[in-house]
């Protein structure tokens, strides 16, 4: 059974360590930091902040496919992963320096921290199709999300009793805190990059690497799936809309219903708890009914959640409605991760989680700007909201087109030795009996126009078998 693959639960692990720094550094603890103290309360300090978050993403969208289809040309996606961890936890550690007034320095490591966190979640992603079966994609993919928001909520809880703790200020513990941050991120990253370290495959063929690195992502265009795109865009449009409501809930939830600080923060946990609960529910439905068919059905339900969310009257209509959107926010980000994994062929990892990762972090700049644009144009919060249903409607039409290639059951996407080891031809009798996405053997030509055959028999866990 794939749950007793220890490599999947060390690829597992990773988000855990990533979580941590989205929960401390962005979300919860350093943020405000940055603002009172670093920044002494300045009236600039809010927008710099966004903007310093918005150019770390900048950064990452314009190079991660550059970077990813680097590592595939040279071999080198362990690598990758292990200087993106490291460069985003030693740069963790190094905000725990900044002090008051310290603005260009917090500044210059926040945008290092970010940039490599972003990087990150692409690096790890594309090991996906190397330790989990075509078949239980779905339910690997969401098992790495939702004990990252486990790991998330862990890493909060023991930042607070830290700043607890003590007889100084809480405010002087924060770096301390940050301290703790960047050597959990390193700790809880070993598992899985001791487990992954042999997954690494050989280099590309001597055609391909002839290519120019950048001009090759758009020559060789044998290697994308006739649905790639549009596949990316829908995620895209899915994510802008979620964006939204990650970013800007806290302030939605105090403008427009006036609720104090205590009872915002008591459903935002609320929310993360139906998130991990519904990450973790929806994997396995995922692999049962299809990667495209599941995200529509989240899709739909963002759109129903945030309509919901913008015209509720009553107090107990909004929670209902945040509730249904905790419950389908990490399935969101979960299913697009395992429908691009279902989408790459083997050899070209990196690159298209490096084009993955740039649809989130543009989706990521995209919706609050498109939300804040609503705003200033209408002066309505609830009209800013309500349009951001149109994000999800677009979603589904788009994801409605997509069509994926078909897999042998229980068979692993993973490689061994170097030589990367995917399906080959999907029989007349397998058709009838499986509709779940996957590989032919013409799924996976490369540019070169040659075909990676299969050597290696494994079972649903991508371990060998006699």
Not at 16 to 37: D, E, G, K, Q
Request: contains cysteine; proline residues 4%.
């Amino acid at each position: 059974m794939w749950y007793r693959s220890g490599r999947i639960w060390a690829w597992a692990s990773y988000d855990v360590a990533n979580s941590a720094y989205t929960t401390i550094v962005v979300t919860a603890l350093f943020n405000a930091y940055f603002v009172a103290v670093v920044a002494e309360g300045a009236e600039w300090a809010t927008l710099l902040w966004t903007v310093l978050l918005g150019a770390a993403n900048g950064l990452a969208l314009a190079v991660g496919p550059w970077l990813g289809r680097t590592a595939d040309r040279y071999a080198a996606q362990w690598w990758l992963l292990v200087a993106v961890t490291a460069g985003c936890a030693g740069a963790t550690v190094a905000l725990a320096g900044s002090g008051r007034g310290d603005v260009l320095y917090a500044s210059v490591w926040l945008l290092v921290a970010s940039f490599f966190f972003a990087l990150s979640e692409m690096a790890i992603a594309a090991f996906l199709p190397r330790v989990a079966a075509a078949t239980t994609m779905g339910r690997v993919s969401a098992l790495g999300w939702g004990v990252g928001y486990l790991g998330g909520a862990t890493a909060l809880l023991l930042a607070l009793a830290w700043l607890a703790g003590g007889t100084r200020d809480a405010a002087e513990r924060v770096p301390e805190v940050l301290v703790g941050t960047g050597v959990f991120m390193g700790v809880m990253a070993i598992p899985a990059l001791v487990a992954l370290r042999r997954l690494r495959s050989s280099p590309l063929p001597r055609e391909a690497m002839a290519l120019p690195i950048w001009g090759g992502l758009f020559r060789e265009r044998s290697i994308y799936p006739p649905h790639f795109f549009r596949a990316l865009a829908g995620l895209f449009c899915a994510q802008a809309g979620a964006a939204v409501a990650i970013a800007l809930a806290g302030v939605y939830i105090q403008e427009v219903l006036g609720w104090d600080a205590p009872k915002t923060v008591a459903l935002l946990i609320a929310v993360n708890g139906t998130a991990a609960l519904g990450t973790l529910l929806f994997g396995p439905l995922q692999d049962r009914f299809g990667a495209r068919e599941g995200l529509m059905a989240v899709v739909l339900m963002w759109a129903a959640a945030t309509g919901g969310a913008a015209f509720a009257e009553e107090e107990k209509a909004f929670v209902a409605a945040a509730l249904l959107i905790g419950l389908v926010l990490g399935p969101l980000q979960s299913g697009g991760r395992t429908l691009v994994a279902l989408l790459t062929p083997a050899g070209h990892e990196g690159l298209f989680m490096g084009w993955w990762g740039t649809a989130m972090r543009l989706a990521a700049i995209v919706g609050p700007i498109g939300y804040g644009m609503v705003m200033w144009v209408s002066g309505e919060h609830r009209l800013g909201m309500a349009t951001t249903v149109l994000y999800f409607l677009a979603a589904a039409l788009l994801l409605a087109g997509v069509t994926l290639p078909r897999a042998q059951e229980g068979e692993p996407a993973r490689q061994r030795g170097g030589e990367l080891t995917r399906g080959e031809e999907l029989t007349t009798e397998e058709e009838g009996r499986n509709n779940r996405p996957s590989f032919t053997g013409d799924d996976i030509v490369g540019a070169t126009g040659r075909r990676q055959r299969h050597d290696l028999k494994t079972d649903a866990t991508g371990d060998e078998t006699s």
